[in-house]
């Protein structure tokens, strides 16, 4: 497949963009080469500006998780941007969407729409100190929530595919008040909090991780989290941006029988769109202003377009009894498929699953935290990454970053990508 026009694309855009993109995951620095410019996607499949048709296991890193250009959705936001596209006052649709994700998800009373993940999680925090009245918050090494500066402190994602997991521009002041812990090591984070008394407003974690590649938390790690906040009165908060309405209605909450003083959101409860919220019960959410203290706002929150297209997708989604069913199937499928190719070429890796979020780890040991996908051989990912871009298949170009199913995929599909894993595979070594 040829990439001549997308290379040019790039070269234009780095005039006057920096880096050439709007965020630093859509770069090709960790592999090589330049990012794909798509031109149009639908269900399953990006279409580039070159006319190459790629299967594609990012989905706008999540949200997609019904398919490019969901037609229900598509069709809501249409209708929506006829009547105005913003207001900067309530409607109805707001309230709308609000009860809906209110009645899908476990422990929460109400819920505040924003514009972004990181939005959501920098003021989910500010909403746990305000509440708490301390300062300090516990981080995991490699869980990203968002490129505000409190997360800024060994944080996954794009911040450590390109060397940055503590960004200069971040203050000493700010960097102090966040305290890092190993992913599913309990006693790490009892002894941060033996460590620092009465000080700690929150825990924040992805409750299945999903910025150092796919981890899934050890049996009793959530459980153990919950025990330790309840001793130590901090508030648990879930960054339910990736997990959120993708791996079960309730998210994480539901699948891990765990309950969360916060949740946060973004990726699917947006259809697409740009929306982030926060959740939680009414105790705690009626901190936020204007019903008490603690500051929020938003000229674009609850954006009638961005809410339009929320609904559509959390209705879709709420009426399919049988969707996340379905999309761990498919993803089991994909998982034994590249497990036989991966074996029957010799090659070493890992892969990590839970539901539709997957990674695939060239080391053989297992991949549990930070430090351990950090072993990974990136070499062999990059060999990896651009053999499957040759067959058609675009993965994350990082190998810190799950790949996220979409329900639009066929076994067709799964097949097509199982075979060019065997092909890739042949040339790894
Ligand atoms: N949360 C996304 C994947 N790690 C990042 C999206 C972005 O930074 O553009």
């Given at each position: ?136 918050i516990i981080k995991f090494a490699g869980c990203y929530h968002g490129h505000s500066d409190s997360f800024l402190i060994q944080a996954g994602s794009g911040a450590v ?269």
């Amino acid at each position: 497949m040829l990439y001549e026009r997308s290379s040019r694309l790039f070269a234009e855009a780095a005039k006057v963009i920096p880096g050439g993109v709007n965020s630093p995951v859509r770069a090709f620095k960790a592999v090589g080469g330049t990012p794909i410019f798509v031109k149009e996607a639908k269900g399953a499949y990006l279409y580039d500006e070159d006319g190459n048709r790629l299967i594609d296991y990012i989905n706008s890193w999540g949200p997609m998780i019904l398919g490019h250009a969901y037609e229900p959705v598509i069709n809501a936001v249409i209708e929506r941007a006829k009547k105005g596209t913003s207001f900067g006052m309530p409607t109805a649709l707001e309230t709308e969407i609000a009860a809906l994700a209110v009645s899908m998800v476990p422990n929460i009373d109400k819920i505040r729409f924003v514009n972004s993940g990181t939005e959501a999680c920098m003021s989910a925090i500010r909403l746990a100190r305000g509440y708490t009245k301390r300062d300090k918050i516990i981080k995991f090494a490699g869980c990203y929530h968002g490129h505000s500066d409190s997360f800024l402190i060994q944080a996954g994602s794009g911040a450590v595919t390109f060397g940055t997991p503590n960004s200069p521009g971040v203050t000493q002041g700010t960097a102090k008040d966040t305290l890092l812990a190993k992913y599913n090591d309990l006693q790490n984070v009892a002894e941060l909090f033996t460590a620092n008394p009465d000080s700690i407003a929150a825990i924040i974690i992805e409750p299945v991780a999903g910025n150092m590649g796919c981890i899934p938390p050890a049996d009793g790690f959530l459980q153990g989290l919950r025990e330790l906040c309840d001793q130590n009165g901090a508030l648990l908060i879930f960054d339910e941006v990736m997990t959120g309405f993708r791996l079960a209605k309730g998210g994480a909450q539901e699948l891990y029988n765990v309950k969360a003083d916060l949740v946060t959101f973004g990726k699917v409860i947006g259809g697409g769109l740009p929306v982030g919220a926060f959740a939680g019960p009414e105790a705690i959410m009626n901190h936020l202003a204007p019903a008490g203290p603690v500051y929020q706002a938003g000229t674009l929150s609850g954006n009638p377009l961005a809410m339009a297209a929320g609904l559509e997708m959390l209705k879709a989604l709420n009426a399919d009894a049988d969707i996340y069913k379905r999309l761990d199937e498919k993803t089991a499928y994909l998982e034994n498929g590249m497990r036989k190719e991966l074996d029957s070429a010799g090659i070493t890796y890992t892969i990590n699953r839970r539901g539709s979020m997957i990674s695939v780890h060239f080391d053989e040991r297992p991949v549990t935290d930070f430090a351990s996908a950090a072993n990974g051989d990136n070499e062999t990912f990059k060999k990896f990454f651009h053999g499957l871009l040759q067959e058609g298949v675009y993965i994350a170009p990082s190998a810190y970053e799950t790949w996220f199913i979409t329900d639009a995929l066929t076994y067709d599909d799964l097949d097509f990508t199982i075979q060019a894993v065997g092909k890739v595979a042949s040339n790894l070594k």
